[in-house]
């Protein structure tokens, strides 16, 4: 059986899939007139009232794999209204094209070079609480384990396999911190769009190839307190026309490279909310290596944006992995492009720990703290449009739904007080 597969994302960059098989009247028409879905049950997408749309092929964006026995060639797709066949101002893909559009004005193309962090964990017998179980940790450190110790390495290997048959290079993998954490690292990747839809296909990926094998693979941010976040750090070049990368020049970070560090930091706060998306995203900041202080600094990993010993990209530290990548990406180019723009000045690179500085400014520190930087940024909402609204409509949805929820840890410290 031969299959096309559409990929829908939503707001909040979650793929939906649809399955087209051979014979079916719409496995032709699909490459020519895309395929109908209901868009009021994808979320942030359209309203119940207006939901016709049409997903249509990116062909830019395909891939061919394995599912099961059979073949398919999966695409992305761009949202288009079904009555007019117009651009979804909700379509983050669409987003992120305009965002490479908007480079290739300035003569600039942007590669992202993505390091994906999860765990694997066992799911735990009791249907209860249904929390996972981090496989016990052998040594101090888990990081790089010795290949008989580790547990997940075929796993992970088949992972990278899947991912290279697909055209996904990987740099490297290998276990990392935390017990039974992992890190998948894809070699640079042309424009925010294409790099984004890497991201998605590889969680995708990561989860499919787990859960075959009987484990959960979870790209929360801090599934254990007192072990290491996950998160995703994104490399950023910079090429001009000619190719070369115009964040350095003979070793040195140039002038251009400071104005986009400056420009990241200067939002920082205002997108802490898409690069950091979730409730639990703020218990990973500040420890770790996660950072929480809005600094930068060279080789320093407790920075927010790292300047890396080969003095090849840029490195920004504090997006996790639970992003809408199509949405953080672009909010990080425009803050760079902004400062590179305006010619803006970064503040004095920190040496030492950033966590022990005093004086510099914070990311927000809770999901509540940073929904309202973004709900107030006059900036956010001007160049990324009205999608940020749909965003922060899900997002304040989130965050009721929490306030409404009793906790184990609630359980465990009050049912019993006295």
Same mark, same amino acid.
């Given at each position: 059986m031969k299959y096309r597969v559409a990929i829908v994302i939503d707001v909040l960059g979650v793929p939906h899939f649809l399955y087209i098989p051979e014979g079916s009247s719409? /496995? !032709?028409?699909? *490459?020519? #007139?895309g395929v109908g879905v209901d868009g009021s049950s994808l979320p942030g997408i359209s309203r119940t009232?207006?939901?016709d749309i049409i997903a249509v092929p990116d062909? #830019?964006?395909k891939y061919v794999m394995k599912i099961g026995n059979d073949n398919a060639t999966i695409y992305f797709t761009y949202l288009l209204d079904k009555v007019t066949r117009s651009p979804l101002d909700t379509d983050v893909r669409r987003v992120a094209r305009i965002v490479d559009e908007k480079f290739k004005e300035y003569g600039y193309v942007l590669y992202i070079r993505p390091e994906l962090e999860f765990y694997y964990v066992h799911p735990e017998e009791s249907l209860e609480e249904r929390s996972? !179980?981090?496989s016990p940790k052998l040594y101090i450190t888990s990081y790089m384990m010795n290949m008989p110790f580790d547990e997940y390495l075929d796993i992970r290997s088949e992972t990278v396999r899947a991912l290279m048959s697909m055209g996904i290079t990987v740099r490297y993998h290998h276990h990392e911190n935390g017990p039974g954490q992992q890190e998948i690292e894809i070699s640079p990747v042309k424009t925010v769009k294409r790099s984004s839809d890497v991201i998605v296909i590889s969680r995708s990926m990561v989860q499919y190839i787990a859960l075959n094998h009987g484990c959960v693979a979870t790209f929360m941010p801090k @599934?254990? @307190?007192n072990e290491a976040g996950s998160g995703l750090h994104m490399h950023f070049y910079l090429k001009n026309e000619s190719g070369e990368n115009v964040f350095y020049k003979n070793g040195e970070l140039t002038d251009i490279g400071k104005h986009f560090i400056a420009g990241v930091l200067k939002h920082a706060r205002e997108i802490a909310l898409i690069t950091n998306p979730t409730i639990n995203s703020y218990k990973r %900041?500040?420890?770790? #290596?996660a950072p929480s202080a809005i600094t930068w600094g060279f080789a320093n990993r407790t920075a927010m944006i790292r300047i890396p010993a080969s003095k090849k990209s840029i490195e920004v530290r504090n997006p996790d992995p639970m992003v809408n990548p199509y949405l953080a990406i672009s909010a990080i180019a425009l803050a760079g492009l902004d400062g590179i723009i305006n010619e803006d000045e970064p503040p004095k690179s920190i040496k030492g720990s950033a966590y022990e500085s005093k004086d510099v400014p914070k990311l927000p520190m809770t999901f509540e703290e940073a929904l309202r930087e973004l709900d107030k940024s006059s900036w956010a909402h001007e160049v990324l449009g009205k999608i940020v609204e749909r965003y922060?409509? %899900?997002?304040? !949805?989130?965050y009721e739904e929490f306030k409404r929820e009793i906790? !184990?840890? *609630? /359980?465990k410290k009050y049912m019993l007080m006295f």
């Open positions: 719409d /496995y !032709a028409e699909f *490459e020519r #007139e009232e207006d939901s062909q #830019e964006s996972p !179980a981090p @599934p254990f @307190p %900041l500040g420890a770790h #290596e922060i409509d %899900l997002k304040k !949805a989130e906790t !184990a840890w *609630e /359980y």
